[in-house]
């Protein structure tokens, strides 16, 4: 198992909630296992969850599963709400369709990775309207689902990695790996250009339109000179 800073993760999963237990409580232990379409275990799949370990500080922490499709790992109690006892875990393999689950403290989880992956996909076009090749497309899931012992939802997501696509020559970029109806936030900045968030929930290709960076200009005034 290791554990890696947020930034640097190609599929990372963050969960929307921030803060860790004291140094003195008890860890939750949470496992699982990820099985394909048939129910048959899957080896060596990445397991990506959010854990929250001393001094209040959260980590990713990136493990794969073993012959038998298991996997296991502890987080600390969150220090705003102890009673908060599920964890966002997202399982993937490539060929197959992720998987995004609710782990709850002491309950084996099944996460199913489905035999169907779709794409993401679209095309990015600069201000005067002509694809822009070159540009890093990042990605953001997120789902929710209701904590433990709480009526709030803990919403987890993918965050954008440093390791982003880059689109082509024709300006297109694609994300594969989905399974059907799941939906993910592409952003895309580039220098000299408004930021741009959007959502693609299907195989349809999407156009990312850029538009000029917004600029203020005027004059100073100093007691109405």
């Known amino acids: 198992m290791r554990t890696v800073p947020c930034a640097g993760l190609t599929l990372a999963l963050v969960v929307a909630l921030i ?24 080896a060596d ?5 959010m854990v929250v370990a001393p001094p209040n500080s959260t980590a990713l922490t990136v493990f794969k599963t073993d012959a038998a499709g ?10 705003y709400d102890p009673r908060a006892t599920s964890r966002a875990v997202l399982a993937h393999k490539s060929g ?9 403290a002491g309950k084996p989880l099944v996460l199913t990775l489905g035999d169907k992956p779709e794409q993401r996909s ?4 600069g201000p005067d309207g002509k694809p822009l ?5 990042r990605a953001t899931w997120v789902f929710q689902t209701e904590s433990s012992g709480t009526n709030t939802p803990l919403t987890a997501s993918l965050p954008p990695s440093e390791a982003a696509p880059a ?10 790996g989905f399974a059907p109806g799941m939906g993910v936030f592409v952003i895309v ?9 959007i959502r693609i929930t299907d195989t349809t290709p999407v156009t990312v339109a850029l538009k000029p960076e917004a600029t203020v200009s005027g004059r100073v005034l100093v007691n109405g000179q």
Do not use: I, K, N, Y
């Open 45 to 49: 799949a990445q397991v990506v969850a």
């Open 167 to 176: 689109t082509d020559a024709q300006g297109r970029f694609s994300f594969p």
């Open 96 to 104: 197959l369709a992720m998987a995004l689950g609710s782990a709850e």
């Open 133 to 137: 090749a070159g540009v890093p497309v």
């Open 122 to 125: 679209g095309v990015v076009l």
């Open 189 to 197: 900045e580039v220098e000299g250009c408004a930021g741009a968030t």
């Open 70 to 79: 298991a996997f296991a790992f502890q987080s600390e109690p969150f220090a």
């Open 19 to 42: 803060g860790a237990g004291p140094a003195w409580a008890v860890p939750l232990t949470f496992s699982g296992t990820v099985v394909d379409a048939a129910g048959h275990p899957v």
